[in-house]
């Protein structure tokens, strides 16, 4: 669909995400024509702002794409400001009596999008509020857009969802996970399903393990009051980690609808075993923290952080999955903040075949096992890793690499995560948003682990800023034979 019409209201309208995600997507969405004349976005949060700032504000934050001042002025014209304190009734009437009048004036067919960018404990208020002040229009559709994090564990996370569904369907909530919206973890399905050459190994007969490395560059920057409380396993595993695995383990969809897709990931994290005794946690799972290296500083030191935090920073883990298709196959993932390099990419080794045939004594190379690499980011791409002769004389090895990297060209038009998604909000189409059952499965695998974590809080390893995490992450693969796989 394209030029569809809505409005968009923005909770946290002054924020963060707003300024680097929100608004440079919406105006990549309205220069490629998805929104168009019929759409209007109402800014909305504490502080007092004009309508002239808010657009001022717009301006600098989608300065990078504009390449004709009008266009940008028609843009920002869309956008309408208003300070608003989320528990206060009265501040609904006026919310709804300017969504009704921008209704009218864009003809947005009572279309309407809630986008909460903010603090989550005010979610279910918002909900509650939206619905008993009749901004939820019933002529045409209302959805509400939630940022992470859902909850802090299941309970929270129940409360939560039982405090938005008062005032909104399932059906009406896309709960982001934007790692959902990149360019890469969507292709995992079409390789996976469209090519035979996988989908007939995708198992445990021929896959050896899988790795999932999230790795970043950053330390927790200003968010450090969030991270202290948060730490790496819920800001990284429990959505984006465990949703990757999802797509990696879960079986063929009978169709790509969001229904259908939903339907599978749900049991593929029904299928992830949950470790219940102390020993298993620590035994499938490390946690780390980073120190000072020459250049930065550790994280006991990063503001708002308390100077005695035993919050982790990094997480390596080890994750079964007791199905069929997998039983057997080990999932090693690890993320954390402060390590080498910027990088995320799933690699997946495949066994070795079942004889040497060729030789492995004075030779420079042998026979290594397939792997096929997903590229996330910064590099989006596959890699595929085969073995072949050495050209000429004698049987000796050549270890050769294919690779598919897309160019930079291809990046800067492919559209970024929060684009896509809003475009998909729009449309209606849930496929890349977590349904309440995956969070729900999510939380009772991580807060088992976070539970005996609690117990003995330091057990907790330190690596230096700019290293890949603790010796006890290799440790954990070693004990099985394994070793993280070097990325190239
Ligand atoms: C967010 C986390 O969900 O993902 C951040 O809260 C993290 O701590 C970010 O930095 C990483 O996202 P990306 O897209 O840069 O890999």
């Not at 920002?76 to 969504?99: G, P, R």
């Not at 040497?356 to 420079?364: A, I, R």
Request: with cysteine; net charge negative; aromatic share 12%.
């Amino acid at each position: 669909n394209t030029d569809i019409s809505a409005l968009f209201t923005i909770f946290g309208a002054t924020g963060d995400l707003a300024h680097r995600k929100l608004y440079p997507s919406l105006f990549r969405l309205y220069k490629k024509g998805f929104i168009n004349e019929n759409f209007a976005v109402i800014g909305t949060a504490r502080r007092e702002w004009t309508n002239d700032y808010f657009h001022e504000v717009i301006a600098e934050s989608v300065k990078d794409l504009v390449d004709n001042e009008d266009e940008l002025v028609k843009f920002t014209s869309h956008f309408y400001y208003i300070s608003h304190n989320v528990k206060d009734a009265a501040h609904y009437v006026e919310l709804k009596k300017l969504s009704d009048r921008l209704d009218e004036k864009y003809t947005l067919k009572n279309n309407r999008i809630f986008y909460l960018a903010m603090a989550p404990e005010f979610f279910g208020t918002i909900g509650d509020m939206l619905k008993q002040n009749g901004l939820i229009t019933k002529d045409g559709f209302s959805r509400l857009i939630i940022e992470k994090p859902f909850g802090s564990d299941l309970d929270t996370a129940k409360e939560l969802n039982e405090q938005l569904s008062h005032s909104f369907t399932e059906d009406q909530i896309y709960r982001i996970d934007h790692y959902l919206g990149k360019e890469m973890v969507q292709n995992i399905s079409a390789v996976r399903f469209s090519n035979m050459i996988f989908e007939s190994l995708w198992n445990n007969k021929y896959i050896d393990n899988i790795q999932i490395t999230l790795a970043e560059t950053v330390g927790v920057e200003d968010r450090g009051g969030y991270y202290d409380r948060t730490g790496a396993l819920r800001d990284m595993v429990q959505n984006h980690v465990l949703q990757i695995i999802a797509l990696l383990v879960m079986e063929p969809p009978m169709s790509l609808s969001g229904e259908d897709v939903r339907a599978e990931k749900i049991k593929a994290l029904r299928s992830l075993r949950v470790y219940k005794s102390k020993d298993e946690v620590w035994e499938n799972f490390v946690r780390g923290q980073y120190t000072s290296n020459d250049e930065v500083a550790g994280y006991l030191d990063e503001p708002n952080v308390n100077s005695d935090s035993d919050t982790e920073t990094f997480v390596a883990g080890k994750i079964s999955v007791d199905n069929f298709r997998w039983a057997g196959v080990p999932f090693y993932i690890r993320t954390g903040k402060r390590m080498a390099q910027k990088e995320t990419y799933i690699h997946v080794q495949f066994k070795h075949v079942s004889m040497d045939l060729f030789p492995t004594e004075d030779v420079d190379e042998i026979a290594e096992p397939n792997i096929l690499t997903i590229h996330i980011s910064p590099l989006e791409g596959f890699s595929l890793r085969l073995n072949t002769k050495k050209v000429g004389q004698g049987t000796e090895m050549k270890n050769i690499r294919m690779h598919q990297i897309m160019d930079e060209e291809t990046l800067m038009n492919s559209p970024e995560a929060y684009e896509r998604l809003l475009l998909d909000c729009l449309n209606g189409d849930p496929t890349n948003f977590t349904h309440w059952q995956e969070v729900e499965q999510s939380w009772r695998f991580i807060d088992q682990i976070r539970k005996i974590w609690d117990e003995e809080p330091d057990q907790l390893y330190q690596y230096e800023s700019g290293t890949m995490g603790p010796k006890e992450s290799y440790q954990l693969l070693e004990k099985d034979g394994n070793n993280w796989i070097e990325f190239n």
